[in-house]
């Protein structure tokens, strides 16, 4: 497995990397905030900085660089395809407090990715070429890549993976569907794999890491340095210090409905200003509580309820029945079979252990 001297040192060098993914409208200042208090991961990387011509620094974006309280380091993400632009906001960032810069190349957005940034890039290695080469040449820095393993198939992967190495690239952190499969299909835990052999650097695996148990399955089938945890990070805090336990063969901490229901207090008190209209902090709050309800209860009656509140007394009313009735009742490490966070963009999740077996 590669490893990177380089690289800032993790909570623990003895054990595998763990990182926060990068979620726009998601992790901010206040959501890094939140998930160091369950327990950080060793690295947090921040929403993308738009690059455009004449594009500045998010203010918004940058407060998590400059008011990061969480005794991690932070990598400042970008998107963008103009060369220009992207070299200077790179060095721009480069002059704050950051870990390193990480380029995006993986968002399956199509309002993203038609704008032939974020995955998009993944259609045109030339134009990746182009870039990594004139970053690799502003940045003094760890220079980090997120991406998928293609566009609509994998044609270019390889082609990429060998831009990877030509260009010296610090960290890769690699989902394992394309942008076209956005989250809808099974994981190419194959294709990780086939990158971490391919690349001469650290591979940070990315895609359904929900647990303790899946995140030392995938680091075993990969041979990734690490894994990279997004939506499962919003439904459970608590995912780092667990996987951190269960790699050194302690148990995993079990988390109570009573400590959810704290959880949820801590995100509405950190994340809600006096001047967001209630309506708008419900909607905020129900953003969350699609993932953190596919714990709750097997049934899908605490997420169906959920989703019909209209004010904060309502929502939470519906939060206290579900996880305080039984406050010491286990909080499930993995989302109950057939619950899906956004059900207009997800398809149930099948078994990991499945996933890997088919992939391996």
Same mark, same amino acid.
């Given at each position: 497995?590669?490893?990177s001297?380089c690289l800032?040192p993790p909570v623990n060098?003895?054990?595998?990397?763990?990182?926060?993914?990068?979620m726009?409208?998601?992790?901010d200042?206040?959501?890094?905030k939140?998930i160091?208090?369950? /327990?950080?991961p060793?690295?947090f990387? +921040?929403?993308?900085?738009?690059?455009?011509?004449?594009s /500045?620094l998010?203010?918004d974006i940058?407060r998590?660089i400059?008011e990061?309280?969480?005794?991690?380091?932070i990598?400042?993400?970008?998107? !963008?395809?103009?060369?220009?632009?992207? %070299?200077?906001?790179?060095?721009?960032?480069? @002059?704050?407090?950051?870990?390193?810069?990480d380029l995006?190349? !993986?968002?399956?957005a199509?309002?993203?990715? &038609?704008k032939?940034v974020?995955? !998009?890039l993944l259609?045109d290695?030339?134009?990746v070429?182009?870039?990594?080469?004139?970053?690799?040449? =502003?940045?003094? $820095?760890?220079?980090?890549?997120?991406?998928?393993v /293609?566009?609509?198939?994998t044609?270019?992967?390889d082609r990429?993976?060998?831009?990877i190495n030509?260009y010296?690239?610090n960290?890769?952190s690699?989902h $394992?569907?394309?942008v076209k499969?956005m989250?809808?299909?099974?994981?190419?835990y194959?294709l990780? =794999?086939?990158?971490?052999?391919?690349?001469?650097?650290?591979?940070?695996?990315?895609g359904?890491v +929900?647990s303790?148990? +899946?995140?030392a399955?995938?680091?075993?089938s990969?041979?990734?340095? $690490?894994?990279?945890? $997004? &939506?499962?990070?919003?439904?459970?805090?608590?995912?780092?210090?667990?996987?951190?336990?269960?790699?050194s063969?302690?148990p995993?901490?079990? %988390?109570?409905? =009573?400590?959810?229901?704290d959880y949820i207090?801590?995100?509405? @008190?950190?994340?809600s +200003?006096?001047?967001?209209?209630e309506?708008a902090?419900v909607?905020r709050?129900?953003?969350y509580l699609?993932?953190?309800?596919?714990?709750?209860?097997?049934s899908g009656?605490?997420?169906s309820e959920?989703r019909l509140? &209209?004010?904060e007394s309502?929502?939470? !009313?519906?939060?206290d029945r579900y996880?305080?009735?039984?406050?010491?009742?286990?909080?499930a490490?993995?989302?109950?079979p057939g619950?899906?966070a &956004?059900p207009?963009?997800?398809?149930?999740?099948e078994?990991?252990? /499945?996933?890997i077996?088919?992939?391996?």
């Amino acid at each position: 497995m590669p490893q990177s001297s380089c690289l800032p040192p993790p909570v623990n060098p003895k054990l595998d990397l763990t990182a926060l993914a990068p979620m726009q409208d998601v992790t901010d200042l206040r959501f890094m905030k939140v998930i160091a208090n369950y /327990g950080s991961p060793d690295y947090f990387f +921040t929403e993308y900085f738009r690059v455009y011509p004449n594009s /500045g620094l998010n203010h918004d974006i940058l407060r998590s660089i400059t008011e990061n309280s969480t005794d991690r380091p932070i990598f400042a993400q970008i998107i !963008g395809e103009n060369i220009p632009d992207l %070299v200077r906001i790179a060095r721009e960032l480069s @002059r704050y407090p950051v870990a390193g810069i990480d380029l995006n190349m !993986g968002c399956p957005a199509p309002r993203i990715y &038609r704008k032939n940034v974020g995955g !998009g890039l993944l259609r045109d290695p030339e134009k990746v070429n182009r870039i990594l080469g004139e970053l690799r040449c =502003a940045v003094d $820095g760890l220079l980090t890549v997120k991406m998928r393993v /293609g566009f609509e198939n994998t044609d270019s992967f390889d082609r990429i993976l060998d831009l990877i190495n030509l260009y010296d690239i610090n960290l890769l952190s690699l989902h $394992g569907r394309t942008v076209k499969e956005m989250y809808h299909s099974a994981v190419h835990y194959d294709l990780i =794999a086939h990158a971490v052999q391919r690349v001469k650097c650290p591979v940070l695996a990315n895609g359904n890491v +929900t647990s303790a148990h +899946t995140a030392a399955a995938i680091l075993s089938s990969t041979g990734a340095a $690490g894994v990279m945890i $997004g &939506r499962s990070a919003i439904r459970n805090p608590w995912i780092f210090q667990q996987i951190r336990q269960y790699l050194s063969g302690e148990p995993v901490s079990m %988390v109570t409905l =009573a400590e959810v229901r704290d959880y949820i207090d801590t995100l509405h @008190r950190t994340t809600s +200003t006096p001047t967001i209209p209630e309506r708008a902090c419900v909607n905020r709050m129900k953003m969350y509580l699609n993932f953190i309800g596919q714990s709750v209860e097997d049934s899908g009656a605490f997420l169906s309820e959920m989703r019909l509140t &209209r004010t904060e007394s309502e929502l939470f !009313g519906v939060c206290d029945r579900y996880l305080l009735s039984d406050p010491d009742r286990e909080f499930a490490l993995e989302p109950y079979p057939g619950l899906v966070a &956004r059900p207009s963009c997800e398809t149930p999740r099948e078994s990991i252990t /499945g996933q890997i077996s088919q992939s391996a």
